[in-house]
């Protein structure tokens, strides 16, 4: 097998989906869903699947693209919510006002909860990635159920363990915030669990339609080296 310097067109299209699926779960974050007596963020419909391509990168490009397209996600998430805060902003068009509200509840972002969301978005996917890398090579290839759940596991534990009481630490009684941040786990890990017959069709095709699958032996795990390839 080899290992490809440069970016293929299956990289790029799981890159940008990547992007997509983060960009999509912040907006759809400004909804709480009911099923019975349990809540959560809308969010929840495609932010796992950002866990899932994450996965998919590690596991057949190795950690090196992986912390590429986390930090190109990172910076383009960054960079919609920088331009949704400006178009708040702006004043609106006298016709436009009785919208304004709604546009306003769904890109007017709090500072705190903006902040939350990244640094724990960023600290997950990098541990999500780098569990991958290291229990590929630990188990020399083998075991992919068992490595994708067991990141996931860690990536949204990291991710949760952050975010909630970054976001409504002193908001939110305490008992009620463990429990958030236990169902968010427990809801995105089943997630992955169920899809994983799908996940992994998906990443032993790309294995072999790119012939590639990367074994990240000394590799560096520097999480800020944004720009190796």
């Given at each position: 097998m080899k290992q490809n310097k440069t970016v293929s067109a299956s990289f790029m299209y799981m890159g940008i989906l990547f992007c997509t699926c983060l960009i999509a779960s912040n907006l759809l974050e400004s909804k709480i869903l009911q099923f019975g007596s349990f809540t959560m963020t809308a969010g929840v419909l495609c932010f796992p699947i950002s866990y899932i391509l994450n996965d998919c990168i590690a596991e057949v490009w190795g950690y090196r693209k992986a912390r590429f397209v986390i930090w190109m996600a990172?910076?383009?998430?960054?960079?919609?919510?920088?331009?949704?805060?400006?178009?708040?902003?702006?004043?609106?068009?006298?016709?436009?006002?009785?919208?304004?509200?709604?546009?306003?509840?769904v890109f007017g972002l709090t500072p705190r909860i903006a902040i939350a969301s990244f640094v724990a978005f960023l600290v997950g996917s990098l541990i999500n990635a780098y569990v991958m890398s290291v229990m590929k090579v630990s188990d020399e290839g083998k075991h992919f159920s068992r490595r994708a759940v067991v990141s996931t596991l860690w990536g949204e534990g990291a991710d949760s363990l952050i975010f909630f009481p970054l976001a409504f630490g002193g908001l939110v009684p305490f008992r009620d915030l463990i429990k958030l941040m236990i169902l968010q786990v427990i809801t995105k890990t089943l997630y992955e669990i169920v899809v994983l017959p799908v996940t992994i069709r998906v990443v032993n095709w790309v294995k072999r339609h790119e012939d590639t699958d990367v074994y990240d032996r000394n590799e560096s795990y520097n999480p800020i080296n944004i720009f190796q390839l």
């Open positions: 990172f910076l383009m998430n960054f960079l919609v919510v920088g331009l949704g805060q400006l178009a708040v902003i702006l004043p609106a068009a006298d016709f436009w006002k009785e919208h304004e509200e709604h546009f306003n509840f």
